[in-house]
Nanobody, 125 residues
Framework: QVQLMESGGGKVQAGGSLALSCAAS????????MGWYRQAPGNQRELVAT???????NYADSMKGRVTVTRDNAKNTVYLQMNSLKPEDTAVYYC???????????????????WGQGTQVSVSS
């Protein structure tokens, strides 16, 4: 089993910055694509940013230029630096990861997608 533990959410005024981190732990051979999604009340969960194991990034148009996603493969950790935050960025931010694991039952490898529990980001005007 794999767990994703997020940290770094909180409250900030518009124009401020926050940094999120998410560490994957458990039965991990390798973490593939990792990233961040968010969900505001009444809205569907949406992409914020993703990063592959080789460092290729993908950003939501609404976040480009204001957020930077990075990762530390040795620590199975992904980071999200958010700047120039707006009230509309208020949401629960979720970490997501595709994780390669080794089955103790079959001895084979498998990839499974995991979600963190979410961390609240609140931006006041």
């Amino acid at each position: 089993q794999v767990q994703l533990m997020e940290s770094g959410g909180g409250k900030v005024q518009a124009g401020g910055s926050l940094a999120l981190s998410c560490a994957a732990s458990g039965s991990i051979v390798r973490t593939n694509t990792m990233g961040w999604y968010r969900q505001a009340p009444g809205n569907q969960r949406e992409l914020v940013a993703t990063i592959t194991s080789s460092g290729t990034t993908n950003y939501a148009d609404s976040m480009k230029g204001r957020v930077t996603v990075t990762r530390d493969n040795a620590k199975n950790t992904v980071y999200l630096q958010m700047n120039s935050l707006k009230p509309e960025d208020t949401a629960v931010y979720y970490c997501n990861a595709d994780v390669l694991s080794l089955s103790s039952h079959s001895g084979g490898y498998f990839v499974r997608n995991y979600w963190g529990q979410g961390t609240q980001v609140s931006v006041s005007s």
